[in-house]
């Protein structure tokens, strides 16, 4: 069983429109939650982190953790075509020095 | 503020050779991660330093090893090198636990 796990698309968004990607973790130790953008032939770019259930926003993102579900949401309003790219899930769990546990990533593809 | 760098950005190297990855992580930054990165498993962890010591390894064989200087620069060795070492290695710092990696461009590692 995958201790990460993402849908990993295509997710076809129309500009302007709101691009909503999900992850699901296994592990109730985990403590922090991040999401990495990384585009063909780049390395990962943090672009989102909560620690809180809840909704934290920042810019055109949102992310949503709830703990009890054992899963993050992110959000993207406004998809612009330079927000094509995979979206990776990142968990952190406590003790676990220096490992995130990265979902295989949603790929994102905003369309004019 | 510079980033986390990588060198070299490319290699390719033949079977059976050995390998030295170098990261310089973002300055005031301790803990650094290392990361392999192939299209069929996705960022798999290989290990992470804190303060020159090795706080956790992912399962990687032997032949992958590191180390940290009291700089907090850090490498990487693959030895041995075979067909399947063909990735991209990305090296991650992070001021503390739970706060996010930032990654560095990576190097990629073509085996023949």
């Known amino acids: 069983q995958k201790e990460v796990e993402q849908n990993s698309g295509p997710l076809s968004v129309p500009e302007g429109a709101i691009a909503s990607l999900n992850c699901t973790y296994s592990?109730?130790?985990?403590?922090?939650f991040f999401w990495y953008r990384q585009y063909s032939g780049k390395s990962p770019e943090l672009i989102m982190f909560i620690y809180s259930n809840g909704d934290k926003e920042d810019g055109r993102f949102t992310a949503q953790l709830n703990k009890a579900s054992q899963y993050v949401s992110l959000l993207i309003r406004d998809s612009q075509p330079s927000d094509s790219a995979t979206y990776l899930c990142?968990?952190?769990?406590?003790?676990?020095?220096?490992?995130?546990?990265f979902g295989a990533g949603t790929q994102v593809v905003v369309t004019p | 503020k510079a980033g986390v760098t990588q060198t070299p950005r490319y290699l390719i190297k033949t079977r059976g050779q050995q390998v030295t990855l170098s990261c310089s992580p973002i300055s005031g930054h301790r803990s650094v991660s290392w990361y392999q990165q192939t299209p069929g498993q996705g960022l798999q962890f290989l290990f992470e330093?804190?303060?020159?010591?090795?706080?956790n390894k992912g399962n990687f064989p032997g032949r992958f090893s590191g180390r940290q200087f009291s700089n907090s620069r850090s490498e990487m060795n693959v030895s041995t090198l075979e067909l399947g070492d063909s990735a991209l290695y990305l090296c991650?710092?992070?001021?503390?636990?739970?706060?996010?990696?930032?990654f560095g461009s990576g190097t990629r590692l073509t085996v023949v």
């Open positions: 592990d109730r130790g985990s403590q922090s």
């Open positions: 990142a968990v952190w769990a406590t003790d676990s020095w220096g490992k995130l546990q």
């Open positions: 330093y804190f303060s020159e010591t090795q706080r």
């Open positions: 991650a710092s992070s001021v503390g636990q739970g706060e996010g990696y930032t």
